[in-house]
């Protein structure tokens, strides 16, 4: 199905091939996992398969491709679309259509399937990912992990024999996950389709995989069957801490409902985080996490309810630059915040806004350049960066400004263990040096390593809360049980 051979890419003029002579070899039926750290092209082999580089994304190839007996490297990628569904790590990019289902359908119309049969393969889709009822949603309005389950939904409406997935499951809750790979297993072992699919930890989520390929600086390190013993462990926290500071965030019997919506977005939540605390939030697509993100940092309003930050009632006008000291919110998708042309003016921006002396403006950015080794990046442009650097950047940029809250929704989306790492720890000093820290996130791990409390949320409300050992791995032995009994995604 997959015949690479001897293939090297390089993009522009930098100095290191992404892929460096590169040959492999993938039969139909194989459902094969890319593993690697970031950088180490996983995402630029994906991507080499139906021709997204170098024709949509410029690079020199060298070296022979075939793929389901096509030639990508000749073959516009619209021709090749019919053979291979891809999906890549930035769904919310490739939602063009103005209703879920239309979105679903827009694929299989420019394969020419007749009206009559669309209709039937767009609700299976749709169901298969649990994204029943959303059928004339808007997709902006889509939470992360609901615009993911979408971007999924597309491809496998076309029935490719070929499937081609960038880390599919980064921002799926962990019983989406679980259920997706469920799926990739049917369509394999059922269908016979071939399943490629980056994945960045390659731990735990290979099951199901036949065969782990693990590439490092472009070439490939290691070949084989996956690793049994490879389980999803929680790593120690990176520190103990007793946070005992005042109440920054006051969140109080809060409900909100989206306008035309059918049920509350969030539904009478109530938490408190204190100066020097990292409270963890987690909790299923769609429960609520992102719409609470907003609320705590005041840029909407409750329907019922009061949020206090810093003190003051975020219906309180304030002045920008005291909302900006108080709270700052890294969200989702960092392409809503990243407004500046280069990386340094983006980190300098909020400073700016501050009111920083220019002379401060230039030390605070260099350290925190340096800190997230942002370094080598300072003249990009942030959102041609890939998915988990850019966030890197807007988390550096909002830690620049050292709000009393800190608001990270899915800081972690893309990175990999070196990434978490790094900014598990830049939470952990935020904290010791007195900074309420909420974190809404999917990525267990991450919570492990930083939070002091975690809450539960599941259709707007708190379901459960704990301290992260016992609560997180109780989450993914619940997730494994629901995968187990439940088809849908
Ligand atoms: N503008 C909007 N209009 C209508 N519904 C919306 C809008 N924004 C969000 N929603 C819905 O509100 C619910 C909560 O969304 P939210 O983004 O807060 O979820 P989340 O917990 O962050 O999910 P995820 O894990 O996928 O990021 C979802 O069902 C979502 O579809
Ligand atoms: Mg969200």
């Known amino acids: 199905m997959i015949d690479l051979h001897d293939v090297t890419v390089r993009f522009g003029t930098r100095g290191e091939p992404a892929l460096d002579a590169v040959s492999l070899q993938v039969a139909a039926g194989e459902h094969v996992v890319v593993a690697g750290p970031l950088g180490a092209g996983a995402s630029t082999l994906l991507r080499l398969l139906n021709g997204v580089v170098p024709h949509l994304v410029a690079a020199t190839v060298i070296g022979r491709i075939r793929v389901a007996g096509l030639d990508p490297l000749t073959l516009p990628v619209y021709a090749m679309a019919g053979h291979v569904g891809m999906v890549l790590d930035d769904p919310g990019l490739t939602a063009?259509?103005?209703?879920?289902?239309?979105?679903?359908?827009?694929?299989?119309?420019?394969?020419?399937?007749?009206?009559?049969?669309?209709?039937?393969?767009?609700?299976?889709?749709?169901?298969?990912?649990?994204?029943?009822?959303?059928?004339?949603?808007?997709?902006?309005?889509?939470?992360?992990?609901?615009?993911?389950?979408?971007?999924?939904?597309?491809?496998?409406?076309?029935?490719?024999?070929?499937?081609?997935?960038?880390?599919?499951?980064?921002?799926?809750?962990?019983?989406?996950?679980?259920?997706?790979?469920?799926?990739?297993?049917?369509?394999?072992?059922?269908?016979?389709?071939?399943?490629?699919?980056?994945?960045?930890?390659?731990?735990?989520?290979?099951?199901?995989a036949t065969r782990v390929v693990r590439l490092a600086a472009g070439r490939i390190a290691a070949d084989g069957p996956p690793d049994p013993d490879a389980a999803l462990g929680l790593p120690a926290p990176l520190g103990p801490r007793s946070p005992t500071g005042h109440v920054v965030l006051a969140v109080s019997d809060v409900s909100l409902t989206y306008p035309g919506a059918a049920t509350q977005a969030l539904d009478g939540i109530s938490l408190e985080v204190r100066a020097g605390e990292v409270l963890g939030m987690t909790g299923p697509n769609g429960s609520g996490k992102s719409t609470l993100a907003r609320l705590a940092t005041g840029l909407t309003q409750p329907d019922a309810g009061t949020v206090v930050v810093g003190g003051l009632d975020t219906r309180v006008r304030r002045p920008a630059r005291e909302r900006a000291a108080a709270a700052g919110l890294v969200f989702q998708d960092p392409r809503h915040q990243l407004l500046a042309a280069t990386v340094r003016e983006e980190l300098a921006l909020g400073l700016r806004a501050l009111r920083t002396p220019e002379p401060e403006i230039s030390r605070r950015t260099a350290l925190i350049a340096e800190r997230f080794g942002l370094g080598p990046l300072l003249d990009r442009h942030p959102l041609r960066l890939g998915r988990a650097t850019r966030k890197v950047v807007a988390v550096a940029a909002i830690r620049a400004m050292a709000p009393q809250l800190l608001v990270l929704d899915e800081p972690t989306i893309g990175a990999d263990d070196a990434l978490r790492l790094l900014i598990a720890q830049e939470i952990v000093d935020a904290a010791g040096e007195g900074t309420g820290v909420l974190v809404l996130s999917h990525d267990v791990r991450l919570l492990a390593l930083v939070a002091d409390r975690v809450l539960v949320v599941a259709n707007g409300r708190i379901t459960a809360s704990g301290s992260p050992g016992v609560l997180l791995a109780n989450s993914l032995a619940l997730a494994g049980a629901e995968a187990a009994s439940a088809p849908a995604l």
């Open 96 to 208: 063009t259509q103005g209703t879920v289902a239309e979105e679903v359908a827009f694929g299989l119309e420019s394969l020419g399937i007749p009206a009559g049969a669309m209709r039937p393969r767009v609700a299976t889709a749709l169901h298969d990912v649990g994204l029943d009822g959303l059928d004339d949603r808007d997709p902006a309005t889509l939470s992360g992990g609901e615009q993911q389950r979408l971007a999924l939904a597309s491809v496998l409406a076309m029935e490719p024999s070929l499937l081609v997935l960038d880390e599919p499951a980064t921002n799926l809750d962990p019983a989406g996950a679980a259920a997706l790979l469920a799926i990739l297993r049917r369509l394999c072992v059922g269908r016979g389709v071939t399943v490629i699919r980056a994945d960045r930890d390659a731990c735990g989520a290979t099951s199901g």
